[in-house]
């Protein structure tokens, strides 16, 4: 499992350049259109989006049920794209674990809260734990449920029991997709809460995929997924004032890839009606980004010529 690739500083989670295209009647949908994902080990990640912007086609891969079309994908070191029949079976027992937005997907129905435990240990085939079984129950808090079934536990309940299954087997990393979409506001808050404990206690590397915005009131960083790609994240950080007063700073980044592309937000895009082509600036700090189009512009002179030295500067890097 401790492979020498698996460096303690390698990310948990690399996405490159991920695309999945599902093509069914000759309709092409592209799910991912060349995502990239950096998730550290230890790292509690919400990942937000509307409906159909590709995150349950992001965690299928990640959960090894599918394989993306083109780019890269790994995690714990382990490619996702060359693993074979048996290794992405022993992947799936041992690296990751999921939960479903359906809580009746996520335990058997007849069998009571402690046996769905010990059933998804026993499929594992794996002899020693770190944790028993009824200290994963306690720790999410539902050690009281120990010998009830599904049908007998409300449906946080059930979705703390399903974390508990998920972890059963003591994976580096646990997936879930849209975990309390079913669940009201409050019960939804909790569930998430006892997954951040998780996170805290066990270190389990955790990605949760939601379209509840209000998840990144639960996490240090939450990535917005639109079209198909990673667009912004939002960073939320604890900041100490001189009163000693401790205050939630949460700031949005736009994120951008290898190459340098970026995703600009469509609100910026039509009130200076940017379309097609922009105009890129370097000042000292930062970047300014103008309207490409013919139109009057206040943009200097010298900027302008310091841009087009900027660009015989880079072409004669690129040689
Ligand atoms: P999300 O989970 O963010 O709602 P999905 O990953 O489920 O989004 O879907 C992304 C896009 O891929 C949507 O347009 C969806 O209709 C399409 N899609 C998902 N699964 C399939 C499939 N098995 N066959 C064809 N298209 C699919
Ligand atoms: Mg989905």
Redesign the pocket.
């Known amino acids: 499992m401790n492979s020498p690739i698996a460096a303690a500083d390698a990310p948990e989670i690399l996405c490159s350049d991920l695309v999945r295209i599902y093509a069914s009647e000759g309709v092409e949908v592209q799910a991912l259109q060349g995502l990239n994902l950096r998730v550290d080990r230890g790292e509690m990640v919400a990942i937000v989006g509307a409906?159909g912007s590709g995150?349950?086609t992001l965690l299928g891969i990640l959960s090894g049920l599918d394989r993306p079309t083109a780019g890269s994908a790994s995690v714990d070191g382990k490619n996702l794209l060359a693993l074979t029949r048996s290794q992405r079976v022993e992947y799936r027992r041992h690296t990751v674990g999921f939960v479903w937005q359906q809580t009746g997907r996520n335990l058997l129905p007849y069998l009571t809260a402690s046996e769905n435990l010990a059933m998804a240990r026993s499929v594992a085939r794996r002899t020693t734990h770190n944790a028993s079984t009824s200290e994963l129950l306690e720790l999410l808090e539902v050690s009281d449920c120990a010998d009830r079934t599904p049908s007998q536990l409300s449906g946080g309940q059930q979705q703390r029991v399903a974390i508990a299954v998920a972890l059963a087997n003591e994976p580096h990393v646990l997936l879930a997709?849209?975990p309390t979409g079913e669940l009201d506001e409050r019960t939804s808050a909790d569930v998430l809460e006892a997954m951040r404990g998780v996170n805290r206690e066990l270190g389990v590397t955790t990605l949760i995929?939601t379209h509840d915005p209000t998840v990144s009131d639960h996490v240090r960083r939450t990535v917005q997924i639109r079209d198909g790609r990673t667009s912004t994240e939002v960073l939320r950080r604890t900041e100490q004032h001189e009163s000693g007063d401790e205050r939630v700073v949460a700031e949005e980044f736009a994120v951008i890839d290898r190459v340098g592309r970026l995703q600009l937000p469509q609100e910026y895009m039509s009130s200076l009606e940017l379309r097609e082509r922009v105009r890129l600036t370097l000042e000292p700090d930062h970047l300014s980004v103008w309207p490409g189009h013919e139109r009057e512009r206040a943009e200097p002179d010298a900027t302008a010529t310091d841009r087009s030295k900027q660009q015989t500067a880079t072409e004669a890097d690129d040689d």
Request: hydrophobic share 15%; glycine share 0%; net charge negative.
């Open positions: 409906s995150k349950s997709d849209e995929v």
